[in-house]
């Protein structure tokens, strides 16, 4: 069993900062990527930002220069710093995990539950 766990979001006023944590926990027996999803009401989930385990970054047009992935895929955690949100951010932000639990066997998705981000005066 792999757990996904995430901490942070909340309400704040435009232009303001957020920090959202993630921490995988269980049987994992490699790493690949870990990274943050949104999902806005009537939205597709859509890709926030992304760390692989080679340390390459990968972010959405709409949020680069103002949110931040950092983290260490070693110590299976990250964190999305989020500044000069918007209304537009407003989303359930979902941490994902990209990984290997059994061998022979394949990477898969695992994903928390979600946490909101609400962006408002």
């Known amino acids: 069993q792999v757990q996904v766990e995430e901490s942070g979001g909340g309400l704040v006023q435009p232009g303001g900062s957020l920090r959202l944590s993630c921490v995988v926990s269980g049987r994992i027996i490699s790493l690949y990527a870990m990274g943050w999803h949104r999902q806005a009401p009537g939205n597709q989930r859509e890709l926030v930002a992304r760390l692989g385990n080679d340390g390459t970054t990968t972010y959405a047009d709409s949020v680069k220069g103002r949110f931040t992935i950092s983290g260490d895929l070693d110590q299976d955690s990250v964190t999305l710093q989020m500044d000069s949100l918007k209304p537009e951010d407003t989303a359930v932000y979902y941490c994902?995990?990209?990984?290997?639990?059994?061998?022979?066997?394949?990477?898969?998705?695992?994903w928390g539950q979600g946490t909101q981000v609400s962006v408002s005066s």
């Open positions: 994902n995990v990209l990984a290997l639990t059994s061998a022979p066997g394949v990477e898969e998705d695992y």
